[in-house]
Each structure stands twice: as C-alpha cells, then as structure tokens.
C-alpha cells in the first residue's frame, strides 16, 4: 500500500511539473514592465490575495493599454487555488456592465478586454484551455485596432492546447503573429523576446 501511495504521489508530482513547463506558465513576459505601477502592484500580491480595486478596474478598462494589462495577468502567474484571477475578474466585470450572466457579459466586452479576461481564465486553469481560447478567437475577430498582443496571447493559449496533442504545431503557431505583417506592434521588444525564448525550444519538433 505504502508502495502504491509513493507511485501514486511521484506521478502527480511529474504531471505538475510537466505542466508547469508549458506556454502558458513559462512564457514570463511581465518583466519587460516591471517599471509599471500596475505591474509592480501585481508583483506584490500573495495567493489567495484579494485583488485591489485599482488593479481590477485596470484590468477592465478597455482605454488602457492592452500589453500592460495582458502583463498584469501574467505577472500575478498561474494558480488553480491561489488568487483566482478569472473569478474575481468577471465578478467584477460583470458589476461594471450590469449583467447576471457571463454569456451577456461577453457580447458586450470589447476586444481587448475579452482577450485579457480570456488570458485569466487560461492562467487560472491551464489544464482546460479550450473554452478560454475560443473566446481569445473572438478576441482576435473583434479586434479592429489590428493588436499584436491580443494576436499573440490568442496564439499561446492555442498552443497550450497542443501541448497536450502536437508539439509540431507551437512553433509555428506563434511564429506566425510575429510574422504577420498586418499587426501592430503594440507589445516591448523584450516581451516578445522573452516569450519567444521559450516557444522556440518548440521549432525543433517542426516536422
């Protein structure tokens, strides 16, 4: 018995590492903005923290940049029981537009506003992405202003999801933002390098 609880134990400790490598988590670009009060803020928060007003509504304000708020996400890092950023997120979200359900929340959400909260929903469970990428798609489809980093974090929850089925098709799948010509440029160089620092580890599984 003692046996199968060791065995037990060191396959969940496997699991949990191997997913803790993985585009969503290891893709630590918060860094190139860490000089931002917002960001610096989220940096201060432990888990299981209550977020502050004054970083929730940041995070809701579709006039603030997209970049910097997409940064806030990622600096407060995922968790499953920590801080839930996608709970206290659409709480708050939905206060703000005055609706009872989530499904009437997202037809009024702005592009870049649902792409941030699709970011929280796939940092507080990067075990099942797929809801949060198909609203990440949506995202991309509302976008009008063209947003490279709403592009990009739409191709990282994706290839999270091919993290679980073909390594072959991260790179590639990243790749192809940067190299699209038609986006604008609305994320630091050195996020972009930082992400890509890891994604890149991935070009070689390219069949």
Same mark, same amino acid.
């Given at each position: ?34 000089? /931002? ?45 920590? /801080? /839930?950023?996608?709970? #206290? ?44 990428? #198909? ?53 630091? #160089? ?16 390219? /069949?």
């Amino acid at each position: 018995m003692k046996r199968m609880l060791i065995a037990a134990t060191l396959m969940v400790m496997w699991a949990a590492a191997s997913w803790a490598d993985s585009p969503l988590t290891s893709t630590d670009f918060s860094v190139a903005y860490d000089a /931002n009060p917002m960001v610096e803020m989220a940096a201060g928060i432990e888990p299981g923290d209550f977020l502050p007003t004054t970083l929730l509504n940041f995070l809701a304000d579709k006039n603030s940049p997209v970049d910097v708020r997409l940064a806030v996400v990622n600096k407060l890092g995922w968790s499953f029981d920590g /801080n /839930n950023i996608e709970q #206290q997120l659409s709480e708050y979200l939905m206060k703000k537009y005055k609706v009872k359900t989530l499904d009437k929340l997202f037809k009024k959400l702005d592009a870049s506003t649902l792409c941030v909260y699709a970011y929280s929903k796939a940092m507080s469970n990067y075990f099942e992405v797929t809801e949060a990428s #198909q609203m990440a798609h949506e995202a991309v489809k509302r976008d009008k202003s063209h947003s490279l980093s709403i592009a990009l974090i739409d191709a990282l929850i994706e290839a999270q999801i091919y993290l679980d089925s073909d390594w072959s098709k991260i790179y590639p799948r990243v790749a192809s933002v940067l190299h699209d010509g038609s986006l604008k440029l609305d994320m630091r #160089q050195t996020a972009i390098d930082n992400i890509m620092e890891y994604i890149g580890l991935y070009e070689e599984y390219v /069949n």
